[in-house]
């Protein structure tokens, strides 16, 4: 028989306002196994575990129940008070009586009566509880980091800087990200480039990095410390040690007419590429889409220019299986499709373009050196239109548009708007805003010298309509501080379009089995205190995968997680949770079905010889589990037919028994 | 006459299924709106005055006729705030509160015109009948 414990919590007047407490700790006096029942303020507080500690040691407990917050709480605060008084940390239930109950109820009398039922099912549960002791596993003191944008890049090179080796997995064929698009930055102006590409080479020098381009990850196994991942490597047809990066067969192949997605598809490359003369790695990738050689068999330019023969036709996808101590996904961002806003007329006309193919059209590097001119007639625009939250803040359109802030616009439209009346003084720019939005170090004066110094016509209210008309594109909007309706002649409409996460998100975090947000963003496992952390054990996030983000967040998110990695490469053994699955041999019927449900892979079957009552031995198939890959999801102790399997902590009779403490 | 306003407010809102709090005050639907210049009140004044129980200049202003219920606004909102039922709504109170019909059905043959788009028909009945 246990000696059991009960600690009620008055939560200052979190619980003590809905819950009378004193009657809560009297009714649990009197059940089954229940010694002493004592309430107090704080439970948590040092004053509170000392009394759960003395308790212990006076009454000679074997297990305790606290009727307090969440689990999730303090439950490891009120384990480690046990232990600390010599109890099995695992003798210790927690009866949620505050967001299961005093916070949702609002009479003293139901909330009371429902903390007394939960008090009775915990009690009962703590009298069939079993002392346990948890495993260990060890860490494989290596990192793979998902994405080789700007997050993933400064994540690797944090953890490499630490010591540990990395490995960056990116899917287009260089490192960069959408940064590596980007013309300046806000607030400062850097440019992007100038910023990004310094880091690039870091991470390609630095011998504890390795970089996977071109590549996906398809599969994922383990647990934390020890996952076991697949990546494919996409045949990219040029031999990536040998290739210079010469360029010469990216001027001589005939094939000239691919859309250049680097560009945003507002001019072409050839069917051999290299994506910008700053790609990491350096090195040319044949796009099997386009390239005659690979479709027909007939052509072979770049093989004969090639001077170090670095093309081959027969590549093919390759698959590698790395192991990895830690996560980090770091998939990003991507604008959202336009074409679904019919009234601002994106697939109507060419010269409405988003704020991505404005960077571009800006950039240098880009389809027009950096001239700002129109991508329908090459002239100069006189005069721009800038309209905010297309697609952001929207409620109405779940399948067009998205229903949060996508927090960047702001200020890149500010910058946008800015480096154009700087560059070219005769153009009037219109900014049309909801709200503008510029919380962050420097940004308000950014977007105040926008207005101020560089004379950017800022309106609040909304475009509603543009339609190409001739050579114009014919505007229409509110201006509401004014009171009137506006009509704009523009030669350049720029879309503020929102923000989604990276479709490859989506099936990686069913990989990892991670849980993501009804946007698709990644979740943490605190919004606060945990704010890089996925709520699976050793999946990390980094940047906009996360939830939208600039420049600044992203480096300071990318360093957090990086640091909570090092955090765990740096240990040699991890504790794991004694609350696994455990197969009763003697009942087991050797059916595989808990094999089948098993979404860790825990399970294996093997023929073991059992001595029978009659002193034969039978040889019979049984399930075992493997307690380091077991995560404890219970879906086996469900499937099981014979009732063999049980959750350790949670087995089917304590299940059981609290159901019929609640019931009685 | 509070009472009275309030039970109008209450109507307005239930039969045009509105809710004007989901408004972020954006303007798109007065961006957006063919009829702007002809109005007293805007789109977007419509739900902010619904909203603040100002139905008494509302509802004697023209404005709520100038509306050509082409659902512009409605199909722009990115708040799913349908100015437009709201403005028929209006309309509907007014008449009905007049008691009569301003349009029968038996009316509009004689009406009809080669060049008048159906849509122009449907409007009416909304606008004018009860």
């Given at each position: 028989m246990q000696r059991i414990g009960v600690f009620v919590c008055h939560c200052g007047t979190n619980i003590a306002g809905t819950v009378d407490v004193k009657a809560v700790a009297e009714a649990l006096q009197y059940e089954p196994g229940v010694v002493i029942s004592k309430e107090y303020q704080y439970m948590c507080?040092?004053?509170?575990?000392?009394?759960?500690?003395?308790?212990?040691?006076?009454?000679?407990?074997?297990?305790?129940?606290?009727?307090?917050?969440?689990?999730?709480?303090?439950?490891?605060?009120?384990?480690?008070?046990?232990?600390?008084?010599?109890?099995?940390?695992?003798?210790?239930?927690?009866?949620?009586?505050?967001?299961?109950?005093?916070?949702?109820?609002?009479?003293?009398?139901?909330?009371?009566?429902?903390?007394?039922?939960?008090?009775?099912?915990?009690?009962?549960?703590?009298?069939?509880?079993?002392?346990?002791?948890?495993?260990?596993?060890?860490?494989?003191?290596?990192?793979?980091?998902?994405?080789g944008g700007i997050a993933g890049i400064q994540t690797a090179l944090d953890i490499a800087d630490a010591g540990f080796p990395v490995d960056i997995v990116e899917t287009k064929p260089t490192i960069g990200g959408k940064m590596a698009q980007l013309d300046k930055t806000f607030p400062t102006l850097d440019c992007a480039a100038?910023?990004?590409?310094?880091?690039?080479?870091?991470?390609?020098?630095?011998?504890?990095?390795?970089?996977?381009?071109?590549?996906?990850?398809?599969?994922?196994?383990?647990?934390?410390?020890?996952?076991?991942?697949?990546?494919?490597?996409?045949?990219?047809?040029?031999?990536?040690?040998?290739?210079?990066?010469?360029?010469?067969?990216?001027?001589?192949?005939?094939?000239?007419?691919?859309?250049?997605?680097?560009?945003?598809?507002?001019?072409?490359?050839?069917?051999?590429?290299?994506?910008?003369?700053?790609?990491?790695?350096?090195?040319?990738?044949?796009?099997?889409?386009?390239?005659?050689?690979?479709?027909?068999?007939?052509?072979?330019?770049?093989?004969?220019?090639?001077?170090?023969?670095?093309?081959?036709?027969?590549?093919?996808?390759?698959?590698?299986?790395?192991?990895?101590?830690?996560?980090?996904?770091?998939?990003?961002?991507?604008?959202?499709?336009?074409?679904?806003?019919?009234?601002?007329?994106?697939?109507?006309?060419?010269?409405?373009?988003?704020?991505?193919?404005?960077?571009?059209?800006?950039?240098?590097?880009?389809?027009?050196?950096?001239?700002?001119?129109?991508?329908?007639?090459?002239?100069?625009?006189?005069?721009?239109v800038f309209v905010q939250c297309v697609g952001s803040r929207c409620a109405s359109c779940a399948e067009k548009g998205k229903e949060y802030c996508s927090k960047i616009c702001c200020?890149?439209?500010?910058?946008?708007?800015?480096?154009?009346?700087?560059?070219?003084?005769?153009?009037?720019?219109?900014?049309?805003?909801?709200?503008?939005?510029?919380?962050?170090?420097?940004?308000?004066?950014?977007?105040?010298?926008?207005?101020?110094?560089?004379?950017?016509?800022?309106?609040?209210?909304?475009?509603?309509?543009?339609?190409?008309?001739?050579?114009?594109?014919?505007?229409?909007?509110?201006?509401?501080?004014?009171?009137?309706?506006?009509?704009?002649?523009?030669?350049?409409?720029?879309?503020?379009?929102?923000?989604?996460?990276?479709?490859?998100?989506?099936?990686?975090?069913?990989?990892?089995?991670?849980?993501?947000?009804?946007?698709?963003?990644?979740?943490?496992?605190?919004?606060?205190?945990?704010?890089?952390?996925?709520?699976?054990?050793?999946?990390?996030?980094?940047?906009?995968?996360?939830?939208?983000?600039?420049?600044?967040?992203?480096?300071?998110?990318?360093?957090?997680?990086?640091?909570?990695?090092?955090?765990?490469?740096?240990?040699?053994?991890?504790t794991g949770n004694p609350c696994v699955a455990h197969s009763d041999e003697w009942m087991c019927n050797g059916c595989s079905t808990c094999e089948k449900v098993c979404p860790y892979g825990a399970i294996t079957y093997q023929d073991k010889e059992f001595r029978m009552p009659d002193r034969t031995v039978k040889v019979r198939r049984v399930a075992s589990v493997n307690e380091a890959v077991c995560q404890g999801c219970g879906a086996c102790t469900v499937a099981c037919m014979s009732g063999a399997m049980n959750l350790k902590g949670f087995t089917n009779q304590q299940i059981m028994a609290e159901v019929d403490a609640i019931c009685k | 006459m509070e009472n009275k306003n309030e039970r109008r407010k209450e109507q307005i809102l239930r039969m045009s299924g509105v809710n004007p709090k989901k408004c972020m005050r954006c303007g798109k639907c007065s961006g957006t709106c063919p009829s702007y210049d002809e109005m007293e009140y805007h789109p977007h004044q419509f739900v902010s005055m619904v909203e603040s129980g100002d139905l008494e200049p509302l509802m004697s202003s023209p404005s709520i006729y100038k509306c050509l219920s082409c659902f512009a606004c409605v199909d722009r909102c990115p708040r799913n705030v349908e100015p437009a039922k709201l403005i028929e709504a209006l309309r509907l109170t007014v008449i009905r509160e007049k008691g009569a019909n301003h349009l029968l059905a038996d009316q509009i043959p004689a009406l009809l015109d080669e060049e008048m788009p159906q849509q122009a028909i449907v409007s009416a009945m909304r606008k004018y009948s009860k």
């Amino acid at each position: 028989m246990q000696r059991i414990g009960v600690f009620v919590c008055h939560c200052g007047t979190n619980i003590a306002g809905t819950v009378d407490v004193k009657a809560v700790a009297e009714a649990l006096q009197y059940e089954p196994g229940v010694v002493i029942s004592k309430e107090y303020q704080y439970m948590c507080s040092q004053a509170g575990q000392d009394l759960i500690k003395e308790a212990i040691k006076e009454n000679n407990l074997t297990g305790i129940v606290v009727c307090s917050c969440s689990p999730r709480m303090h439950e490891a605060t009120f384990r480690k008070t046990a232990a600390a008084a010599g109890l099995n940390p695992y003798m210790v239930e927690i009866a949620n009586i505050r967001e299961q109950c005093s916070w949702v109820h609002k009479d003293i009398p139901t909330g009371t009566e429902k903390a007394i039922i939960l008090g009775k099912a915990a009690v009962a549960k703590v009298n069939l509880n079993a002392p346990l002791t948890p495993g260990e596993s060890p860490v494989t003191k290596r990192a793979l980091v998902i994405g080789g944008g700007i997050a993933g890049i400064q994540t690797a090179l944090d953890i490499a800087d630490a010591g540990f080796p990395v490995d960056i997995v990116e899917t287009k064929p260089t490192i960069g990200g959408k940064m590596a698009q980007l013309d300046k930055t806000f607030p400062t102006l850097d440019c992007a480039a100038c910023i990004l590409t310094p880091k690039m080479v870091d991470v390609a020098q630095n011998d504890k990095v390795r970089i996977f381009s071109y590549s996906e990850v398809t599969d994922v196994s383990g647990f934390v410390g020890n996952f076991e991942v697949t990546i494919k490597r996409r045949a990219r047809y040029v031999k990536e040690d040998i290739c210079t990066g010469c360029g010469l067969c990216t001027e001589k192949c005939p094939q000239k007419k691919v859309p250049n997605e680097f560009n945003l598809g507002m001019d072409n490359r050839r069917a051999i590429y290299i994506p910008f003369a700053q790609a990491v790695p350096k090195v040319a990738t044949i796009d099997p889409d386009y390239c005659t050689m690979l479709k027909s068999g007939k052509c072979g330019v770049c093989s004969k220019v090639c001077t170090v023969g670095a093309i081959d036709y027969q590549a093919k996808d390759e698959y590698l299986t790395e192991k990895y101590g830690a996560i980090v996904v770091a998939t990003g961002f991507n604008p959202i499709s336009m074409e679904k806003f019919d009234e601002f007329a994106y697939s109507q006309s060419k010269d409405v373009i988003t704020s991505l193919e404005l960077e571009r059209l800006m950039n240098a590097a880009g389809p027009t050196g950096g001239t700002l001119l129109r991508p329908s007639d090459g002239e100069h625009p006189h005069t721009i239109v800038f309209v905010q939250c297309v697609g952001s803040r929207c409620a109405s359109c779940a399948e067009k548009g998205k229903e949060y802030c996508s927090k960047i616009c702001c200020m890149y439209t500010a910058k946008h708007a800015m480096l154009i009346r700087d560059k070219y003084p005769d153009t009037d720019v219109y900014v049309f805003y909801i709200d503008v939005r510029t919380p962050g170090k420097n940004f308000d004066e950014f977007y105040r010298r926008a207005v101020e110094e560089y004379g950017v016509h800022y309106i609040k209210g909304m475009v509603g309509k543009v339609s190409p008309e001739g050579n114009k594109l014919k505007v229409r909007a509110s201006d509401l501080i004014d009171g009137k309706q506006l009509h704009i002649d523009a030669d350049l409409v720029v879309l503020a379009a929102a923000i989604e996460p990276d479709k490859s998100a989506r099936p990686l975090a069913t990989m990892l089995t991670a849980s993501m947000d009804t946007n698709d963003f990644f979740t943490e496992a605190h919004p606060k205190l945990r704010p890089v952390e996925s709520p699976t054990a050793g999946v990390f996030l980094s940047g906009a995968c996360q939830g939208p983000k600039d420049i600044p967040e992203t480096v300071s998110q990318a360093g957090a997680a990086a640091s909570k990695v090092i955090g765990l490469l740096c240990k040699d053994k991890l504790t794991g949770n004694p609350c696994v699955a455990h197969s009763d041999e003697w009942m087991c019927n050797g059916c595989s079905t808990c094999e089948k449900v098993c979404p860790y892979g825990a399970i294996t079957y093997q023929d073991k010889e059992f001595r029978m009552p009659d002193r034969t031995v039978k040889v019979r198939r049984v399930a075992s589990v493997n307690e380091a890959v077991c995560q404890g999801c219970g879906a086996c102790t469900v499937a099981c037919m014979s009732g063999a399997m049980n959750l350790k902590g949670f087995t089917n009779q304590q299940i059981m028994a609290e159901v019929d403490a609640i019931c009685k | 006459m509070e009472n009275k306003n309030e039970r109008r407010k209450e109507q307005i809102l239930r039969m045009s299924g509105v809710n004007p709090k989901k408004c972020m005050r954006c303007g798109k639907c007065s961006g957006t709106c063919p009829s702007y210049d002809e109005m007293e009140y805007h789109p977007h004044q419509f739900v902010s005055m619904v909203e603040s129980g100002d139905l008494e200049p509302l509802m004697s202003s023209p404005s709520i006729y100038k509306c050509l219920s082409c659902f512009a606004c409605v199909d722009r909102c990115p708040r799913n705030v349908e100015p437009a039922k709201l403005i028929e709504a209006l309309r509907l109170t007014v008449i009905r509160e007049k008691g009569a019909n301003h349009l029968l059905a038996d009316q509009i043959p004689a009406l009809l015109d080669e060049e008048m788009p159906q849509q122009a028909i449907v409007s009416a009945m909304r606008k004018y009948s009860k």
